[in-house]
């Protein structure tokens, strides 16, 4: 559909054609959505169940975001069904004041909590138990059981709020196969909620664009007026979407952009190219830019710098790009070509040792990642009492911090890190150190009989010096002598328990992998768009990770803000929209 009309309705004019405005409109809906996500999904749905024409479009092949492979687990609460019928009380004021408490901190002295935006967690803790029961409406099967504090982060201190949405029988993303069904409706996973979304979505008769990336987002003129659609591309065709009363941005946030994760991080170079949730989508901080080039302002950057959560994690598997811990690529999955290897699953960390691009250790290998605040972190647990941080016990875990160090040679970024193990160490793991579990043809994975041999075969797109081979000898060689002395001399590793001795000598992919973005575009309890004057941007919404002031884990949040977008944006009580 082509379509030509006048500036004051949203469309162009000549002074906005000298703006590039589109002349003519490929496509238009009331509400155009931008990412087929956990945000965007019920963003879609509640405005086109409203009476909305709404287009939704997804860069993917398939839609569902990072919450199709994500755990399932959605920490909603401030008093739902659930935690009712489990004597469970809960409710919007409890949970605000536990987002917001500033007395809450981790062992390694981080607050979760005190930088999130009250006006954001307002909104959050009002529209939490309506998100969870518009989701069990919409076909969502949650795993029946009481609420708990499994695979929480950053979800309040006083009750347990955590949902687990069953996997159900769709094919899974990971692997390509339906889960068993003796644990369909027991195991947790963002499959189930997010096919249970896309059925909702195509019933109510959202128009689902897949292969369709947001490019850009037209608005009057650059920096006023309303929002009048967006640019996508469409393997290789350029389209122009009018959005008659709104653009809601559910792009997924921006971890995997690295120019601009290094404004928060200027370690986060180039290397750290295993985002979590890639290859089935990206967080190219489309959407962010997007909204940044109409005068959009950015929010709470400090939740993307506090150590707590999964902002970046300690690798689950080696010998891979993608190994993020809590998932694992299969052959059968729909990107494997684009994942191209499971990885090694780590069951033990005694099993290896881990260096640097110079073959040197610098952090004890047990050690682990930030965490983050969850129902009953903190026990005694008063809000906003100073005793709480008195309470903990001062336990730094410093290992990403180590890794991403660097190498002292004034770049930026720690560079690479290689698990070095031996043949005995696959058999204890029971690895099998072979494609596709490891990542020879790209250069995550190398093997040699000797050690001097494996750090000259180092070489690899982001091996910027060579291993030098006498630095790795000498590595395990002290190594190896810690586990005859029974103590690590240089990072305490708690007696070190297996040489590496055997033949053949390994390899193996195990830098740091990204993920959560917690700071992202400013917006409003509506979720409208805010710009640098802090003034609403017409037209303009945001949730998820691409929308900042809200340090928490995933799903919760991006539901929610999509619900509350999905209304604000069609106008629906209580959210009627500037626009
Ligand atoms: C392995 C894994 C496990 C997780 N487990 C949990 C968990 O158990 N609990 C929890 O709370 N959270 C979990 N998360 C996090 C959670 O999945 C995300 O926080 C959540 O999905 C974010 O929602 P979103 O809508 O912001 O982004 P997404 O769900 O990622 O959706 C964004 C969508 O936008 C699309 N998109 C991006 N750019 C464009 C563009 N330019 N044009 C068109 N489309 C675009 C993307 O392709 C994607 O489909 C997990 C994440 C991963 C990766």
Known sequence: ???????????????????????????????????????????????????????????????????????????????????????????????????????????????????????????????????????????????????DALGGNSVGNSVPREMHCAVMDWPMAHNGEPADPAVQRIRSSGNGMMRSLEVAARKAGVQILLEHRMTRIWRQTPNSGSVLGIAVDHMGAKLNIRARKGVIIGTGGSTGNVNFRRMFDPRLTEEYCGLAGMPWSDQDARGELAAMAIGASLWGFYNQTGEFGSNVTKPGSVGCQYNYRHLQWMPGSPVFDRARATGLRVANWQDLILVNMLGKRFYDETGGQYIANNYNSLDPYVQGSYLNARNLTWNPNNFLNAALAGIDDGHNGGGPIWAIFDSDAVAREEWTPTPPYVDIAAGFFFAANRLADLAEKIVMKYQRVPMPPTNLEETVARYNSFVDSGADEDFGKPTPMYKIAKPPFYAAWATPVVHDTRAGLRINAKCQVIDLNGEIIPGLYCGGESAGGFSQHGLARAACQGYIAGNAAIGAPPFESAV
């Open 1 to 147: 559909m082509r379509d030509t009309a006048s500036a004051l309705d949203g469309s162009p004019s000549a002074g906005a054609q000298a703006l590039q405005i589109p002349g003519e409109w490929d496509r238009e809906a009331d509400i155009v959505v931008i990412g087929a996500g956990a945000t965007g999904l019920p963003a879609a749905i509640v405005a086109r169940e409203a009476g909305a024409s709404v287009i939704l479009v997804e860069v993917e092949r398939d839609i569902g975001g990072h919450a199709i492979i994500s755990g399932g687990n959605i920490p909603l609460g401030g008093g739902t069904s659930v935690q009712k019928k489990h004597g469970i009380e809960d409710s919007p004021d409890l949970l605000f004041r536990d987002l917001t408490d500033w007395s809450v901190v981790g062992p390694n002295g981080f607050p979760d909590y005190r930088y999130n935006d009250r006006e954001i967690i307002r909104a959050f803790a009002d529209n939490s138990a309506a998100t969870f029961e518009w989701l069990l409406a919409r076909g969502v099967v949650f795993v029946d059981k009481a609420p």
